[in-house]
């Protein structure tokens, strides 16, 4: 049976102005602690764009909904998704949506859940601002939906692709790292690989991949990286950043840190929980990777500066204990520092402020007149194609936010290298998701371990065909060397005994005269004598 929990309904009222139709907000979230989600940064969004734009946000409506994530809701689980379908459908009654201007915000994989559904009959705009797949780009099964997520799992794989394609590389191998994980892990680290490996698949047999799956908690990466070597130089693991130093730690171990081999690595976003890429931790495995670190790369999304936001993530943290009751797991939660640094919550705010500005810009009251759409009723579609091809600069962030013609967020991906001597990582390349080529950063210099670019593949790869293959050439060039020594002592051989025939034949008849008695009676040589 499913469990759903509705925690509470917040109104929030502006009298300043009566206008016909107010906005509705939804909010819908999967999570075992409520408030450990993304919701607070919504909530804070939301209370400050209202200020800002009283007009435009004039008696709206704001619903938290929250479904308990259990063994039956789990997020893109079966039970997940009937529980979010249900949900949405008690939001039409007769086939008619109760509410005219509903906007209903996903922060925590809403839309996965709905990739299972085309939502073309659920009319009401759908506003994601979680990781994402470029699947929701697809306007006929999704008119309505609009994502600011930057954690877009295709285009890290296409960035992948692109790079692979700079070096002249034709080989990969890609290893996915979960096994023991919990299911959240896991079903992030699938979802990251499946991204890849889609966009690896559709350039075959340009370049060609060897995917690889296991558990990094069970020894798993000496195993996979040792098949990895008999495959290709360039690998590619598919894990949270909490295990890949672990990795790291095994590429060391198995003396792959001589330059000849290339490792990248996705960073999606910062979440809490799942660690960031750093690798020094002042442990004997620093040594270990410190070598390896040279030829390491990892695809990012757009950098954030912590250190200028972070009036916003306090005020978000502070959001948070709200929703929090204190037991001694979630009071460990709000004490925890790290929860102020969180992408997706960070995301969902920019997505408010966009939201305020969009609609703002178009409802704005001009010589006293209505606003341009607020004075009717809006559909989803309708709405979802005011945000299309816009870019609004974000004042709280300072940098733009940006949706493509497909109603998914323009973002730049990073291609960054650890610099041993900045000890940071430092970007090398950008990857632009609108015109999706990839491109050196003006001033910036890839260095290579070897001094220049490896090759993904040597002569010779796999170390006992190596062998084999050794084994044969030596062969074909002792018989090839044998029978040619034979053919010349056969020849030498002829030579000699023609010459020897030669010889004899004319030293038959080349006689001294001396020797010759004429005979008397007959003129004729009676004897010959040598």
């Known amino acids: 049976m499913t469990l759903l929990i509705p925690i509470s309904i917040v109104y929030f009222a502006f009298l300043h102005r009566e206008v016909c139709c107010h906005l509705n907000f939804i909010s819908m979230s999967i999570q075992l602690v409520p408030g450990t989600s993304y919701v607070p940064a919504v909530e804070v969004g939301l ?208 003396g792959m840190s001589d330059g000849n081999y290339v490792f990248f690595s996705f960073f999606n976003m910062r979440i809490p929980r799942e660690g960031t890429m750093e690798w020094e931790f002042g442990d004997k495995s620093d040594e270990v990777i410190r070598p390896v670190i040279p030829s390491f790369f990892v695809i990012s999304s757009p950098s954030m500066d912590w250190t200028k936001i972070s009036n916003i993530t306090k005020e978000i943290a502070e959001r948070r204990k709200v929703w929090i009751t204190r037991t001694p797991e979630q009071q460990a939660v709000i004490e925890n520092p790290e929860w102020e640094f969180n992408e997706i919550a960070t995301t969902c705010f920019e997505m408010t402020e966009m939201i305020s500005k969009v609609l703002h810009s178009f409802s704005e009251i001009t010589s006293g007149s209505s606003p341009k759409i607020f004075n009717r009723t809006a559909l989803g579609r309708e709405m979802a194609q005011l945000f299309y091809n816009q870019s609004v600069h974000g004042d709280v962030f300072g940098r733009d936010i940006s949706i493509s013609s497909t109603g998914m967020r323009r973002f730049v991906v990073e291609v960054q290298q650890y610099n041993l001597t900045l000890k940071r990582y430092k970007k090398v390349m950008v990857f632009d998701t609108d015109d999706r080529q990839i491109q050196l950063v003006p001033g910036a210099e890839i260095v290579w371990k070897g001094g220049q670019i490896p090759a993904d593949r040597p002569q010779c790869l796999n170390e006992k065909a190596c062998i084999l293959d050794s084994s044969l050439k030596e062969q074909i060039r002792t018989t090839w060397v044998s029978s040619v020594i034979a053919i010349l002592t056969t020849l030498c051989g002829l030579a000699l005994l023609i010459k020897k025939y030669r010889a004899f034949h004319l030293s038959a008849w080349m006689l001294d005269g001396a020797f010759l008695v004429p005979s008397s009676a007959k003129r004729r040589f009676s004897s010959v004598r040598r």
Request: hydrophobic share 45%; proline share 4%.
């Open 47 to 254: 209370q400050r764009f209202s200020r800002l734009y009283p007009e435009l946000f004039a008696n709206f409506t704001y619903t938290q909904i929250f479904i308990r994530d259990v063994e039956l809701n789990t997020t893109c689980g079966v039970g997940g998704r009937q529980a979010v379908v249900d949900h949405l459908t008690r939001l039409y009654v007769d086939g008619e949506l109760q509410k005219p201007n509903t906007i209903l915000i996903a922060p925590l994989t809403i839309s996965f859940c709905l990739l299972h559904r085309p939502s073309a009959e659920l009319d009401f705009l759908m506003l994601d601002c979680a990781p994402a797949d470029n699947a929701l780009s697809n306007r006929r099964r999704f008119p309505t939906l609009v994502s600011f997520s930057y954690a877009d799992v295709s285009v890290h794989g296409a960035v992948f692709v692109a790079a692979m394609r700079h070096f002249g590389w034709k080989t990969a191998v890609i290893i996915s790292g979960f096994g023991s994980m919990n299911r959240t892990d896991s079903g992030k680290v699938l979802t990251m690989t499946s991204g890849v490996v889609a966009e690896l698949t559709r350039v075959i047999p340009e370049i060609n991949f060897l995917a690889l799956n296991t558990d990094p908690k069970k020894g798993g990466w000496h195993t996979a990286l040792r098949e990895a070597q008999t495959y290709s130089r360039i690998i590619l693991v598919c894990t949270i950043p909490l295990a890949v130093r672990s990795f790291l730690v095994a590429a060391g171990e198995l």
